[in-house]
């Protein structure tokens, strides 16, 4: 099992910055992926970044260019730089751990409680 704990969100005005940071409970040696999540009032979760195995990335088109992901193994812990923050990205983002066998199974989805981002206009 593993706990999933996110952190740095809050208030921000359209323009800014923010940075969040995800921890893992336990450093993970199988392969993996780590991402972060959104989700706004009356809208489905969406997918804001991925990083896989500390290092293949993929974003939402509506971030690329202004959300940086990262990831630091040694700490199991990964980032989400958000610049250029617009009214549209306040939501509440949420921190997921996948894992997988060797063969490229989903061996186990972990999600945290999710850290709210507001921006204002």
């Known amino acids: 099992q593993v706990q999933v704990a996110e952190s740095g969100g809050g208030l921000v005005q359209a323009g800014g910055s923010l940075r969040l940071s995800c921890a893992a409970s336990?450093?993970?040696?199988?392969?993996?992926?780590m991402g972060w999540y959104r989700q706004a009032p009356g809208k489905q979760r969406e997918l804001v970044a991925t990083i896989m195995d500390s290092s293949n990335t993929n974003y939402a088109d509506s971030v690329k260019g202004r959300f940086t992901i990262s990831g630091d193994n040694a700490k199991n812990t990964i980032y989400l730089q958000m610049n250029s923050l617009k009214p549209e990205d306040a939501a509440v983002y949420y921190c997921n751990v996948k894992t997988f066998t060797t063969i490229g199974a989903i061996s186990g989805d972990y999600w945290g409680q999710g850290t709210q981002v507001t921006v204002s206009s």
């Open positions: 336990r450093s993970i040696t199988s392969r993996k992926a």
